[in-house]
């Protein structure tokens, strides 16, 4: 009574009335619907958007088959020779057209080692110290060869100090290809590597021009009866000069030097298609290499056999090795080749310049190989 007797003297303080039970569950239930009702009509609203799309895709893939059946019945086939620089892997590919014969190197052997394959041994990713770099290439060179060989660097200059950024105290910030990249940098640090291995009575040499054939010369002048002699690199430039030069010679080899002592030894016989020995530097240059083009969309070896299934070519291809072949006779030869291979493509335009500059590259490229032109 006295709490009644208070609410009515002072109303202020009246408490508020608490929603009942059912009220509370009408509420919750309104807003539920609510919500409901929105999402359907933001799911509506969705899938309108997802037809719109998929309407357009499929118009947009409608316009692309008719693109596409109009580039099958009406546009020209790619050009059939690639102009952009040959990559390495690609070269490297002919190498499945030599099989290793079982030979191991001795101590008493004679090595005669590419100077760009040593360069390019060690990797490093950056703050590399140059004394401790020359001194892992003259170890490398000690633990492998001893003292009986002869390095051959190519086409590097002498005196190119005042170029370079940096002596044997110094240390390299740079990565490996970064360093390379720089020619001044580069050659200096040969310079370097030949001082140090000097000092151990290690033969070193520059040369220029036409470093391959000139390798391979070194180390036929080197063959003897008592010791084996070893032309040492990666590049498969060596192999193919030295199958074609040391034919009619014994005790000299190729040895493919891999990681730390893994090998692979190849003989001048180690070509698998005895009938195209030959014509074995057209076959790598005509097929691709440092200085020629590569054919589109065929692999290296896929053009080889293409090649070696038309063995009546092999006396065409010899006039390639002809020092004094003249060039209307080269062309004429070279576009008969190449309609052979490719009997439904019919040589016009910018197909045929390419294919005349190809055979250009070709012959030039073999004579610098056998030593006619540097």
């Not at 947009?60 to 040959?86: G, H, I, M, N, Y």
């Not at 690199?233 to 040391?246: R, S």
């Amino acid at each position: 009574m006295v709490f009644a007797w208070l609410r009515k003297l002072f109303p202020r303080f009246k408490t508020k009335k608490t929603p009942s039970k059912k009220f509370r569950q009408e509420q919750r239930l309104t807003i539920n619907q609510l919500i409901e009702q929105e999402n359907e009509k933001l799911e509506k609203c969705v899938q309108e958007k997802v037809s719109i799309l998929q309407i357009q895709l499929q118009q947009l893939k409608d316009r692309v088959k008719q693109f596409d059946d109009v580039e099958v019945s009406s546009a020209k086939p790619l050009l059939l020779f690639d102009t952009s620089e040959v990559r390495s892997h690609i070269k490297e590919q002919f190498y499945a057209n030599f099989k290793p014969v079982k030979v191991v190197p001795e101590s008493n052997d004679y090595f005669v080692i590419d100077g760009t394959t040593l360069l390019y041994k060690f990797c490093w990713d950056k703050k590399m110290s140059v004394d401790t770099l020359i001194k892992t290439y003259v170890h490398y060179v000690k633990e492998h060869y001893k003292g009986n060989c002869l390095i051959i660097f190519n086409d590097y200059v002498e005196n190119v100090d005042h170029e370079a950024d940096f002596d044997e105290s110094s240390t390299i910030f740079t990565s490996e290809k970064i360093f390379h990249s720089k020619a001044a940098d580069r050659i200096h640090l040969v310079q370097l590597i030949r001082k140090e291995l000097h000092r151990y009575n290690f033969r070193t040499k520059f040369v220029k021009g036409e470093g391959t054939s000139q390798i391979v010369e070194a180390a036929i002048q080197k063959v003897n009866k008592k010791y084996k002699t070893w032309i040492v690199g990666e590049d498969i430039d060596l192999l193919v000069v030295f199958a074609t030069k040391a034919q009619n010679l014994d005790n000299i080899f190729m040895l493919r030097q891999g990681n730390g002592f893994k090998f692979q030894a190849f003989d001048a016989k180690s070509f698998i298609h005895p009938g195209m020995q030959s014509i074995i530097l057209f076959l790598h240059a005509f097929s691709g290499c440092d200085t020629t083009f590569y054919f589109n969309n065929r692999g290296k070896n896929v053009l080889v056999r293409k090649l070696i299934k038309k063995s009546h070519l092999v006396p065409y291809a010899e006039k390639f090795y002809n020092e004094y072949s003249n060039d209307a006779e080269i062309v004429n030869i070279g576009l008969n080749i190449v309609q052979e291979l490719f009997p439904d493509r019919e040589l016009t335009g910018l197909d045929k310049l390419r294919t005349i500059q190809q055979i250009h590259r070709t012959y030039l490229q073999i004579q610098s190989w056998l030593g006619n032109y540097r």
